[in-house]
């Protein structure tokens, strides 16, 4: 038997050399790394063994220092959705608080369908020092560590307790990763002594394959299948999600539109997939939805769903279109047997692509057809409108205002710009409102809503993006969640532009506490001041000013009109700062969404809400 050839490496040098050598082949053809680069925190449970070996390869691996482990973690997961999952990055943090640090953004990212490799520190697998400093010490299971907690957040969970074990478990975690059905977070728990010893690694492994993405074909029988549902609706309408612009299939959803005469409504992850002023696109659709969409998924006689998980803010908690009969396309057959429907289960662009060709020769009603381009034409009129009009005299501007200054600001190609949020009152008036030049540009995370995700994922962007304007909307409340990635962005410069819209508070749980019924209490920073306490006044300018970033607090529209434009021009990351109203809303558009409210309650507000809650109830159908 021919003698393997061997390099004698600790685990974490392995594991580092083959990180380095991993390439994938892109939609376009051309290979590029699959890892933009290692976001790193060190601690005792990291920076001798793994810190050494990231240390010789960073040259081509980039180690990054962030300032928070979540925020890194946030960061890597929006530079795999930038890239539409054929890139990822790699975050590792010490042991204990570092390592839970990553549990939030780990389960986002499986919300969220996205790769994300964690490689948390571990105690030692020999026990001898044990318990070792920010160890948790468990009774009942002498194999417990605190990265267990990632255990249920991930889709691939490893502990390298021996060297070896690494040339096994991290192809499977990178297998997972690039997995277009299963893809997810992985995690690789590295004891801090197995990191350092040493074993004969295998050549070949530091030398894998390139990876190659996987376009599933669907069944014949269920294409069939789902050919003669369409040929028999006259009114389709197509839900487009996520998974739209994971698949890169905009070019293949266009095609089948325009060819068959079917209205696009878009989920807030899937915003993007049709240019905001094709003829065909109504929207969004949902609780976040226009007017225009959730009209036709209400009078639609088939719903094809495409790349969508369908949540509740899509669904309108299944009381939108609910009633109407449902065809999903989804590369995860999890996904495509939701509510009972058809399934064709499939990547969505090979799926389109073979759906539109079984369908030769067929289209949606013509009058239908006419009315989607009637409804989608008033809808962007409407915007315009909204996005351009004044705040009444006395009064602060509220999202929408602020949304149409920074999106009017742009000089050249709007194209360039990439809008980043995640949580509160802004992805529901961005969803409606927000005009994306092109796909990729609506950069909204809302499977998990996660606030403090915006600054550190518009870092992220930005890793993946450099050459576009990268613009991070957040709220106060946000903001201040998770802020430190601002001195990230300067230390590494990667400018950012950060809109602030300071409404003192938690403004969308605020009204949703009202229309709930609920009293005005611990959601307004006003409402929150006890005996004794101060009104809380947080100069956001000065605290972005610290942290490195050119920041500046405007007085209205036109002062957020010149310094957007100002912003443009500068080379540093910059924060605006502008206060809006908690209020005003966009009163267009959206549709019920399910909050339980109680049943019995001393307020008679409340009891109003909860028969409001039953009679809408009797419209969502399961």
């Not at 058809?342 to 369908?359: I, M, N």
């Not at 912003?567 to 990351?573: E, H, K, L, N, P």
């Not at 307020?603 to 009797?618: G, I, P």
Request: hydrophobic content about 40%; glycine content about 8%; some cysteine.
């Amino acid at each position: 038997m021919k003698q393997q050839d061997t390099q004698r490496l600790t685990m974490a040098q392995a594991l580092v050399q083959h990180l380095a050598a991993l390439r994938v082949e892109m939609d376009d053809g051309t290979v590029q790394p699959y890892l933009g680069g290692v976001f790193a925190i060190f601690g005792h449970g990291n920076v001798a063994g793994l810190g050494e070996a990231l240390a010789t390869r960073r040259e081509t691996l980039p180690v990054y220092r962030a300032h928070n482990e979540q925020g890194m973690a946030n960061a890597a997961t929006a530079f795999a959705k930038a890239h539409f999952r054929q890139r990822a990055m790699a975050v590792t943090t010490s042991i204990g608080p570092g390592a839970t640090n990553l549990v939030t953004s780990a389960a986002m990212a499986h919300v969220n369908r996205l790769p994300l490799l964690l490689l948390p520190g571990d105690v030692f697998a020999s026990r001898a020092p044990d318990p070792v400093l920010q160890q948790l010490e468990d009774f009942q299971h002498g194999d417990l560590s605190v990265n267990d907690c990632l255990r249920p957040v991930t889709r691939y969970f490893d502990r390298i307790m021996r060297p070896e074990q690494i040339l096994t478990a991290l192809p499977r975690a990178i297998q997972t990763m690039t997995d277009p059905a299963n893809c997810g977070p992985v995690c690789l728990a590295l004891p801090q002594d197995v990191q350092t010893e040493a074993f004969d690694c295998p050549t070949h492994f530091l030398q894998p394959e390139v990876i190659r993405w996987r376009r599933p074909q669907p069944e014949p029988r269920e294409l069939t299948h789902a050919a003669a549902l369409l040929r028999s609706s006259r009114r389709p309408l197509i839900v487009a999600g996520g998974g739209v612009l994971y698949s890169q299939a905009w070019d293949a959803l266009r095609s089948f539109a325009e060819t068959h005469g079917v209205p696009v409504a878009e989920s807030q992850a899937g915003k993007g997939s049709l240019a905001w002023d094709h003829p065909l696109n109504l929207g969004a659709v949902g609780v976040t939805g226009s007017p225009a969409a959730n009209a036709l998924a209400q009078e639609a006689d088939l719903i094809l769903a495409v790349g969508t998980r369908l949540q509740d803010f899509t669904t309108g908690s299944h009381s939108l279109f609910g009633h109407v009969p449902l065809l999903s396309l989804n590369v995860q057959a999890f996904d495509a047997a939701k509510r009972g429907g058809a399934t064709l289960v499939s990547d969505a662009r090979t799926g389109l692509q073979q759906l539109g060709e079984a369908l030769e020769g067929w289209q949606a009603e013509p009058a239908w057809t006419a009315r989607s381009r009637t409804l989608a034409a008033g809808w962007a009129a409407r915007v315009t409108e909204l996005t351009t009009a004044q705040p009444p005299r006395d009064q602060l501007p509220y999202d929408a205002e602020v949304i149409g200054a920074v999106r009017d600001s742009a000089s050249d190609s709007p194209t360039r710009d990439i809008v980043v949020c995640a949580a509160g009152t802004l992805p529901a008036e961005l969803h409606k409102l927000w005009r994306s030049g092109a796909p990729g540009g609506y950069h909204m995370e809302y499977g998990y809503s996660t606030m403090g995700y915006e600054i550190a994922g518009g870092l992220g962007v930005k890793l993946a993006r450099p050459d576009k304007e990268v613009i991070v909307m957040v709220g106060d409340g946000s903001y201040m969640m998770l802020n430190a990635e601002i001195a990230t962005s300067v230390l590494l410069g990667r400018k950012l532009i950060v809109v602030v819209l300071d409404n003192r508070g938690y403004g969308c749980i605020h009204r949703l506490q009202r229309a709930s019924g609920g009293e005005c209490f611990n959601n307004m920073l006003d409402d929150c001041i006890p005996e004794g306490g101060s009104a809380s006044d947080i100069d956001f300018a000065a605290h972005a000013r610290s942290m490195g970033a050119q920041a500046v607090h405007v007085d209205g529209i036109a002062a957020l009109r010149e310094a957007m434009r100002a912003a443009r021009a500068a080379s540093r990351t910059q924060v605006i700062v502008i206060d809006t109203t908690a209020e005003r809303t966009t009163a267009e558009g959206g549709c019920w969404w399910e909050v339980a409210i109680p049943e019995v309650s001393a307020r008679t507000e409340v009891l109003d809400a909860r028969a409001r809650y039953e009679a809408a109830k009797q419209h969502q159908r399961l």
